[in-house]
């Protein structure tokens, strides 16, 4: 019986038809930092600048562009729209691979990890983790994403739990929590008491009232932004989750709202 070597074609190959792939690979890169505190911030200004020269810089592969999200933690997919229109496009065929930082980075659920890279390897899409150096669409690569998935999901779950038990710990010493940075009151350390920030109170009085008129998150954001008022933190852009984050605060809510739920000043007394 004779056998027949079949010798390995070179280049890329598409998965569907068996044929070869012609021009540069066309290569995308998922950026994403899940705070918004200052050092996060120029994390995430180093990561798009860093991949858009590590793509345009290799002449074998062809700058699609950068999918990224600020402020947006890893393990709600849902609310990652970067993310969510990177997975849009890949449907549509607009790339052959992503760049990322890490496992952590794409996210931290390993269901919806797996979930995502194997949609990916359907339509011949590859995943590299520049860390782990993992590429989805080698051999190995599933076996070492499981794993280090499930570590990276472990880390996370193991976070929580710390940040649980200090915060418990806290309410045990009698120390209040959470008011650490709250707009429109200053916290003392020292005294671990409150008082009211009555500039701050009339951007509290603002986000409130807008709200209340059926104004959107985004729009009161962009509206501070371009009125320029300063974030909670002292930044000059503002977020639809910081705003989100004001409205949602209980110890906001108790002191802020009448009956008719719209913010006054006779409520910070």
């Known amino acids: 019986m004779k056998v027949q070597v079949i010798e390995k074609k070179k280049g890329r190959i598409n998965r569907t038809t068996g044929e070869e ?12 930092v899940s705070t918004e505190k200052e050092e996060q911030i120029n994390s995430y200004n180093s990561q798009l600048k860093y991949y858009e020269e590590k793509i345009k ?12 999200d600020e402020g947006i933690t890893g393990t709600l997919d849902y609310k990652r729209d970067g993310f969510m229109k990177m997975m849009q496009d890949a449907t549509n065929n607009k790339f052959d691979m992503i760049i990322t930082k890490s496992i952590s980075r794409f996210g931290r659920n390993t269901v ?67 008011y650490n940075g709250c707009l429109g009151y200053v916290y003392d350390k020292d005294t671990k008491e409150i008082s009211i920030n009555y500039e701050e109170a009339e951007i509290v009085r603002y ?10 998150c985004t729009t009161i954001a962009k509206e501070l932004t371009n009125m320029k008022y300063k974030t ?38």
């Open 207 to 216: 986000i409130f009232e807008r709200y209340c008129k059926g104004i959107g």
């Open 112 to 178: 919806d990890t797996l979930k995502y890279v194997r949609l990916l390897k359907e339509k011949g899409i590859a995943i590299y983790f520049e860390e782990e150096r993992i590429n989805t669409l080698e051999i190995s690569g599933e076996i070492m994403l499981t794993v280090l998935s499930a570590m990276a999901q472990q880390e996370s779950e193991n976070i929580s739990s710390h940040v649980k038990l200090g915060l418990q710990m806290k309410q045990k010493r009698g120390e209040l929590i959470g």
């Open 21 to 32: 792939i012609k021009g540069n690979l066309r290569v995308c890169a998922y950026a994403r």
């Open 232 to 269: 909670p933190t002292g930044k000059k852009k503002w977020h639809e989750s910081t705003i989100r984050g004001v409205l949602k605060k209980r110890k906001i809510q108790r002191r802020c709202l009448t009956r008719k739920n719209i913010y006054n000043r006779s409520n910070l007394t």
């Open 57 to 68: 810089s290799n002449s074998d592969w062809k700058y699609v562009g950068i999918y990224a």
